[in-house]
Nanobody, 116 residues
Framework: QLQLVESGGGLVQPGGSLTLSCAAS??????MGWYRKAPGKQRELVAS???????NYIDSVKGRFTISRDSAKNTAYLQMYSLKPEDTAAYYC????????????WGQGTQVTVSS
């Protein structure tokens, strides 16, 4: 049974920090990305990590966000620092769609709201 559970979102003031978690079941979280979707805006890939451990970030979060993975726990993380109101969005983790079974396969998302 395939399952993704995102957690860790919440309300934080600008400049604050949050760490999001993505726990996977039924498959190995070896190649995945974190996406975010704000109302009225396109869903965007924020960060990704490959099987080899290589990471990539969208320019707007580079230097502030860190994606990581704990293979033993089959869980991915997104550490977010120096949060800005523009980071407000629902955040989702998603395994790489290079495996067809993961097409349109998402977790439930976790809301991050950055506001004073």
């Amino acid at each position: 049974q395939l399952q993704l559970v995102e957690s860790g979102g919440g309300l934080v003031q600008p400049g604050g920090s949050l760490t999001l978690s993505c726990a996977a079941s039924g498959f190995s979280l070896d190649f995945m990305g974190w996406y975010r979707k704000a109302p009225g805006k396109q869903r965007e890939l924020v960060a990704s990590i490959t099987i080899e451990g290589n990471t990539n970030y969208i320019d707007s979060v580079k230097g502030r966000f860190t994606i990581s993975r704990d293979s033993a726990k089959n869980t991915a993380y997104l550490q977010m620092y120096s949060l800005k109101p523009e980071d407000t969005a629902a955040y989702y983790c998603k395994p790489s769609a290079r495996n067809p079974r993961f097409y349109d396969f998402w977790g439930q998302g976790t809301q991050v709201t950055v506001s004073s």
